[in-house]
Every structure is written in structure tokens, then in C-alpha cells.
């Protein structure tokens, strides 16, 4: 069994959680968190680590020649390099809305990249 020691950071408590693995690198258990929602976050973050990806496409005719746009849901850890060089090749043409759905379904990972203002 090995442990990893992390920060809880679904709420401002910021517990501190210690979870516990077999030899394979499986999730056994987790203690230190005051709510279910640490327990849940340690053991997808060991197991399954995702996050928000935040980034820029091209657009023209635009006032700026770059739009801000973000997933619409968490993408695995490991995708978000790939994400951020599909999205180098995207250019989009303005006017665009906040929420507007640039690439759907990006790499086939069932998460949505969306415009996150108006342009």
C-alpha cells in the first residue's frame, strides 16, 4: 500500500486528505475529509484527474483577434495538451454569442469548447 497526501479543493475548507492505494495504483480509501465531495474528488483526482481547459481560438472580424473560450466540462488531465493544439487550428468568424458552441465534441471526448464572451 502507498498514501498520497493532497488538499481537498471542492470547498473553502481545503481539508487535507490522505488517500490510500494498493500496489496496483488502485484507490482503496481516503480519510481527512469533512463531506462525501472530498471523498469523491480525492479518489478522481488519484484515478481519473480532469480539468476545466481555458484558451483562445483565432476569429476574424472580430475586435480583437483573439476569442476567449473554455470546455463546457471537465476533459481528462492528459487530453488538455491535445485539446489546446487542436484548437490552434481553429479560426472562427464574428459575430459570436457567449455559449455559442465552437467545437463540438472536442477530440471525441464528449465535451464541448465554448465561446465565454461575446464578440
Given at each position: ?62 475586435l480583437l483577434p483573439l476569442l476567449p ?51
Amino acid at each position: 500500500m502507498k498514501t498520497k497526501v493532497m488538499n481537498c479543493i471542492m470547498c473553502p475548507m481545503g481539508c487535507e486528505l490522505t488517500v490510500t492505494l494498493d500496489d496496483k495504483g488502485k484507490f482503496v480509501s481516503v480519510t481527512g475529509n469533512s463531506c462525501p465531495r472530498g471523498a469523491k474528488y480525492a479518489e478522481t483526482e488519484v484515478t481519473d484527474p480532469r480539468r476545466m481547459l481555458t484558451t483562445t481560438v483565432r476569429i476574424k472580424g472580430g475586435l480583437l483577434p483573439l476569442l476567449p473560450v473554455v470546455s463546457a466540462d471537465v476533459l481528462p488531465k492528459g487530453k488538455i495538451a491535445e485539446c489546446v493544439a487542436f484548437l490552434r487550428n481553429i479560426t472562427v468568424q464574428a459575430p459570436v454569442k457567449a455559449g455559442e458552441v465552437i467545437v463540438p465534441d472536442i477530440l471525441g471526448l464528449g465535451v464541448d469548447i465554448v465561446a465565454s464572451r461575446n464578440m
